[in-house]
């Protein structure tokens, strides 16, 4: 026997505590739920609070050994908690890794992102710790950029959102549009009336987590009528089963859910469970968009932005970097190729932005500067270049719309042409790490297939489209040693271009040819009607397979008679 003191379960958190302590505990376990809803007035921690932690998670204060797992805070996290700092920017791009769920309001922070950026810290101050992209993130739509078509004055979600009436959602868009922003702006609207936000992220968590979260739910819900607002990042993650486990939850209400997905979610989501919910699409941010977030970031940074032409400062905020020993200024074009190269990611733009900006300030160069009045001042300058060597340094610049994007595809081209397997797939990590579509890939091995094997192995195009189906099955980054296979089968393959090339041949011919072309042969026609016939066609036609003998006949028109089309041209 366990000994005369009988186990309870908490209501709450699903802790199992002697009966003895229950009510004790519940009073505890019940204030840190309410800190939790409303941040501001609760003392910070670092540790998760307790709504915050799983089933079986200590509460504050209580013996460490209560504690299980220490993996396992990082799988569940409110919104509401601090990041706690410490992610390096280098880090700050990765989208792999239980940190990224952690996603926090800034504790500091006073709702404008100019508060967020802290009064009187150096520049060098405001960017360690937290990445600038977590720091900025919007609290609320005022903030939100872009996106008018599902968030605009007349759209359902705006109205949905207003009226606090949150129904299941799956945010599908590519990444760093604004995903978890906008979860994260639902869960504030809705901490008013008392909602709980629980985030898991479908890389990290499994099945067991789900159900935990739901039984908190269930609980939650039965007892104290606080609804929860499930966000799962990365969805697709999650397979068929574990996307079966909330179903019936979201159905019954015990849970909103509020998926995001990079993947469309009609080929990746239950069906079912993409029948509960609405899906929201969110678009690729514009330039426009992107401009738009990164003044506000280099605002909140007190950095000054130089217009273009002009070597002098375009703001009167003189001040603003006044900790830092010199001021430091942004050419506007940076800002905009930023903008540009960042392709729509703000996560990317914003960690560009950043390091770019920490680089400057660590080679501590200052230029010398017009200003306004015609006198000079050192200032320290952010140009295009630096940027660039920004996103280069971390492995971000990978202009995919530009010429970096054919100069890859040609290479990797030439080196499968060329039986080179080394480079081959040298050029295809370049363009995946740089975050190239794996499917703008595919469709060139596609092409590769038929325009240099050929059918020197016609089995090369079907592993081709096998690879495009694959890689659209699944996505990144598992569908990178697809396209890795692909690749190395290729280089390895035989080439033939006799095919390409004859083909090449009859459009040249079909180019160079002057005057009306040559009318098609009568005894290739077709003759369905008697007329037809009467006028000739068909006539003469000798059908194959009536003869034993090879049969000779003539398929093209008169005046190219004998052509070879597969004899090489000399041209
Ligand atoms: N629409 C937006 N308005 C303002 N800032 C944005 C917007 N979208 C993204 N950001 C900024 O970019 C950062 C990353 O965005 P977010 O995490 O929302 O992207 P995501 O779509 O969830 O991407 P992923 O698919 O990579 O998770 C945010 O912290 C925020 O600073
Ligand atoms: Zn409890």
């Known amino acids: 026997m366990e000994g005369a003191e009988e186990e309870v379960q908490c209501p709450v958190c699903l802790r199992e505590l002697p009966g003895a302590d229950i009510n004790s505990h519940l009073d505890r376990c019940l204030q840190a739920g309410d800190a939790e809803a409303e941040p501001g007035s609760s003392p910070p921690s670092k540790r998760p609070r307790l709504a915050a932690a799983p089933p079986g998670t200590q509460a504050q204060g209580e013996p460490e050994e209560a504690r299980p797992a220490a993996a396992s805070p990082r799988v569940f996290s409110l919104f509401h908690k601090g990041r706690g700092g410490g992610q390096s920017p280098g880090a700050a791009g990765g989208r792999s890794g239980a940190g990224r769920e952690e996603a926090a309001v800034k504790p500091e922070k006073g709702g404008s992102a100019t508060a967020a950026a802290g009064g009187g810290a150096s520049l060098a101050q405001k960017l360690e710790g937290q990445p600038l992209a977590e720091r900025l993130r919007p609290d609320t739509l005022g903030d939100y950029v872009g996106q008018e078509r599902v968030l605009g004055a007349q759209t359902l979600l705006r109205s949905l959102l207003e009226s606090h009436e949150i129904p299941s959602l799956i945010l599908w868009g590519p990444p760093g549009c604004g995903k978890t922003t906008l979860a994260h702006i639902i869960a504030n609207s809705s901490k008013k009336n008392g909602t709980r936000f629980v985030t898991l992220s479908a890389t990290s968590a499994k099945t067991n987590d789900v159900r935990d979260v739901i039984s908190q739910a269930q609980n939650e819900k039965r007892l104290f009528k606080r609804k929860t607002i499930l966000f799962i990042d990365e969805i697709h993650r999650f397979n068929k089963s574990q996307q079966d486990t909330f179903l019936p939850h979201v159905e019954c209400g015990?849970?909103?859910?509020?998926?995001?997905?990079?993947?469309?979610?009609?080929?990746?989501v239950n069906a079912a469970l993409l029948s509960r919910c609405r899906v929201i699409v969110l678009e690729k941010l514009s330039v426009e968009a992107m401009e738009a977030i990164l003044m506000r970031a280099v605002r909140s940074l007190g950095v000054q932005v130089l217009g273009q032409g002009d070597q002098h400062g375009s703001s009167a905020t003189g001040s603003s970097s006044e900790s830092s020993e010199f001021p430091v200024y942004i050419e506007e074009k940076a800002l905009n190729t930023l903008a540009y190269l960042c392709d729509g990611d703000a996560r990317t733009g914003l960690n560009g932005l950043q390091l770019a900006v920490q680089a400057r300030l660590a080679a501590g160069k200052t230029t010398p500067l017009n200003t306004t009045k015609g006198g000079s001042a050192d200032g320290i300058l952010i140009t295009e270049e630096h940027v660039k060597e920004g996103l280069q340094r971390s492995h971000i610049l990978y202009d995919r719309a530009g010429e970096e994007h054919y100069n890859c595809i040609s290479a990797l081209h030439k080196s499968m042409r060329g039986s080179d397997e080394n480079a081959s797939l040298y050029w295809l990590a370049r363009m995946l790490e740089g975050g190239e579509d794996p499917l703008y890939v595919a469709r060139r091995l596609v092409r590769f297939a038929s325009e240099d094997i050929g059918l020197a192995d016609p089995l090369a195009l079907t592993q081709a489209v096998a690879a495009y189906q694959g890689c659209h099955f699944i996505g990144m980054p598992e569908c990178e040693v697809i396209l890795a296979q692909c690749v190395v089968y290729f280089a390895r393959a035989p080439k033939s271009i006799e095919v390409y090339r004859a083909y090449s041949n009859v459009k040249e011919c079909l180019r160079m040819h002057t005057g009306p072309l040559p009318p098609?042969?009568?005894?290739?026609?077709?003759?369905?009607?008697?007329?037809?016939?009467?006028?000739?066609?068909?006539?003469?036609?000798?059908y194959n397979p009536m003869y034993k003998e090879p049969v000779e006949q003539d398929y093209l028109p008169e005046e190219l008679k004998g052509t070879d089309f597969f004899k090489e041209r000399k041209t």
Do not use: C, D, W
């Open 254 to 268: 015990t849970v909103t859910l509020i998926g995001a997905t990079t993947e469309n979610p009609s080929f990746q």
């Open 520 to 542: 098609v042969p009568l005894h290739l026609r077709n003759a369905p009607t008697r007329l037809m016939k009467n006028l000739g066609y068909g006539k003469g036609y000798k």
